[in-house]
């Protein structure tokens, strides 16, 4: 068993697993740049260490200081939580060569099913509905242009190794595609230093659902539901749900087996995530898989009732799935709502500064994860986020009355927020009903 595990990031997700690890036993490490030295998973770690300047690139994502880091304090694991080195084959491999139990996929499995034009063969082969599109990437102008005669417009550039919103362009006709394959080959290059794409079929006014799937070492795998994430600004997910409004048991049971099906394609292990879009007629296709948790990963802990962090600690220690797909129930609601430092009146212009007042909603069905407090100051280097503001309910109904309440009595004073912006999406009438789709709040609001 695992009983040291140093937390390879920050925020509210390194606070998170810090918590199921202490519940679990199991001591912690924090690791911190100089900006977040007074960050609350600096303090609530049983030990910390600085590994770098400010910048990502010379902190966060410094893979020798991380893994100095964990050798120096004597920790047997890595958990990368999202976002920086969650997704990275070679730091995988690192821990691996280090002897060091990376608590999320093997580098093989992350390079597979991470790279966006590689998973989608593997689930061509596996025979998993794929969107039209191209197998393999496009690397040339002239080629994407012949490729896209090919699928029909509207189609979507794609970074393989993107994610984030990074390096997608829709296209709309031929005059635009040669302009959108250069800007996003170079967002790619940018943001992810591969500047790889792959194209495929657009799909007109689809809902983005997504199943959580669990693997173990022995080989079981089952899913623990959907998720709704269909509420979406320049693709990057503000508001989830589960379950989904348009989801019955027929289709839940049929696209679960299918997300099975495609983690065993990539031999999955540990917790991971297979994306769906799924058109009005509730055709569906695999969009890719997050070989990481999910930032919106504690909604399905409120339907499931399952911890999914406690469950990536136990896969990663040899465990076997203690669960069998017939144990897993979704019962009630959960809608998560993102509160980022941003300002919604000046095109989500982020907004760090030091928190003044905080005032958190409380009251049965009420969960907030986050890593601010008042007096904390939030830095400008990295991602918005303030925290995730969840809530329970017997029904999709109870649920969103009882996001208003919380939403009216979430203050935040110091900085601007998007609270009223996401007050505002609760209570629009196309959200109420559940007819919504991704391209909801780039036409309501």
């Known amino acids: 068993m695992i009983n040291k595990v140093l937390i390879a990031n920050r925020g509210e997700i390194a606070v998170r697993i810090i918590r199921a690890c202490r519940e679990l036993g199991i001591e912690t490490v924090a690791v911190y740049s100089e900006a977040d030295k007074e960050s609350m998973h600096v303090y609530l770690a049983d030990q910390a260490v600085c590994i770098g300047p400010a910048k990502s690139k010379d902190s966060y994502l410094n893979m020798e200081n991380i893994i100095s880091a964990t050798v120096l304090t004597g920790a047997q694991a890595i958990h990368p939580g999202f976002g920086f080195l969650s997704e990275n084959g070679k730091f995988a491999r690192m821990c691996s060569e280090c002897n060091i139990t990376f608590i999320g996929p093997d580098a093989e499995t992350i390079e597979n099913a991470g790279n966006k034009a590689k998973a989608r063969e593997i689930m061509v082969n596996a025979g998993v509905p794929v969107i039209p599109g191209v197998n393999g990437t496009v690397d040339t102008e002239e080629a994407v242009v012949a490729e896209a005669k090919k699928i029909g417009y509207p189609v979507m550039l794609k970074a ?14 031929e005059s635009e595609i040669v302009k959108a394959f250069r800007t996003a080959k170079a967002e790619a290059k940018a943001a992810f230093g591969d500047d790889t794409m792959y194209m495929e079929k657009f799909i007109e006014e689809p809902r983005h659902i997504e199943f959580q799937v669990l693997g173990d070492i022995h ?3 089952v899913y623990l539901g959907e998720r709704d994430c269909s509420m979406q600004r320049r693709n990057q997910k503000v508001l989830e749900e589960a379950p989904s409004p348009v989801m019955t048991e027929e289709l839940r049971r049929e696209m679960g087996e299918i997300a099975v099906k495609a983690a065993k394609a990539v031999n999955y292990k540990n917790a991971g995530t297979i994306e769906f879009l799924v058109d009005k007629h509730n055709n569906y296709y695999f ?10 990963h504690g909604i399905t802990e409120l339907v499931t009732g399952i911890d999914l ?11 076997e799935l203690s669960l069998k797909q017939e144990d897993i129930k979704m019962q009630g609601h959960a809608i998560e709502c993102r509160i980022n430092a941003e300002n919604p009146q000046k095109g989500f212009m982020p907004s760090p500064g030091k928190i003044k007042y905080f005032n958190v909603p409380g009251g049965p069905g009420i969960r907030l994860d986050t890593a601010v407090y008042q007096g904390y100051d939030i830095p400008p280097n990295y991602d918005s986020m303030i925290g995730k503001l969840m809530v329970y309910g017997k029904d999709r109904y109870e649920a969103i009355n009882k996001m208003e309440r919380a939403l009216g009595e979430f203050i935040i004073d110091g900085v601007d927020t998007n609270i009223d912006f996401q007050y505002d999406l609760i209570n629009n009438p196309k959200f109420i009903s559940g007819k919504y789709d991704t391209s909801f ?3 309501e609001v």
Not at 309 to 319: P, R
């Open 441 to 443: 709040i780039e036409k």
């Open 287 to 296: 969009m890719e898989m997050n070989t990481r948790i999910q930032v919106e």
């Open 309 to 319: 962090v406690k469950e990536q600690i136990k896969i990663a220690s040899g465990e």
């Open 160 to 173: 393989s190794a993107g994610g984030g919103g990074k390096g997608i362009r829709i296209v709309k006709d």
């Open 219 to 221: 080989g079981n795998v």
